[in-house]
């Protein structure tokens, strides 16, 4: 399954860019679609996530400036991105996870660079 991640850039701080991520629309759902970050010798960690029902999670540090949405008709994800700061500097991946046959499945995007100058 090859999810298609496309948006980042470079921007200056204080900016917005956007991210979109689409899935196969015969994905399996319910899932949860959202976006992952990693820096370069870092972990990669949670930005946000959506499921199907709705439910949305953010990391503490992108509250309040990043917003994601998703139409699970068309198994697509956006995350809007504002008042970018430097720190929001990585490669962002695009996740869905879903379970198929009683098992957690993680599919990811290929990576989109942020750049956030000072």
């Known amino acids: 399954v090859q999810l298609q991640a496309s948006g980042g850039g470079a921007v200056q701080a204080g900016g917005s860019l956007r991210l979109s991520c689409a899935a196969p629309?015969?994905?399996?759902?319910?899932?949860?679609m959202g976006w992952y970050r990693q820096g370069p010798g870092k972990e990669r960690d949670l930005v946000a996530r959506?499921?199907?029902?709705?439910?949305?999670k953010y990391a503490d540090s992108v509250k309040g400036r990043f917003t994601i949405s998703r139409d699970n008709g068309e198994n697509t994800a956006f995350l809007e991105m504002n008042r970018l700061k430097p720190e929001d500097t990585d490669v962002y991946y695009c996740?869905?996870?879903?379970?198929?046959?009683?098992?957690?499945?993680?599919?990811w995007g290929q990576g989109t660079q942020v750049t956030v100058s000072s």
């Open positions: 629309k015969n994905i399996s759902s319910p899932n949860t």
């Open positions: 959506q499921s199907t029902g709705g439910v949305i």
């Open positions: 996740n869905l996870v879903t379970a198929i046959d009683g098992r957690w499945e993680y599919y």
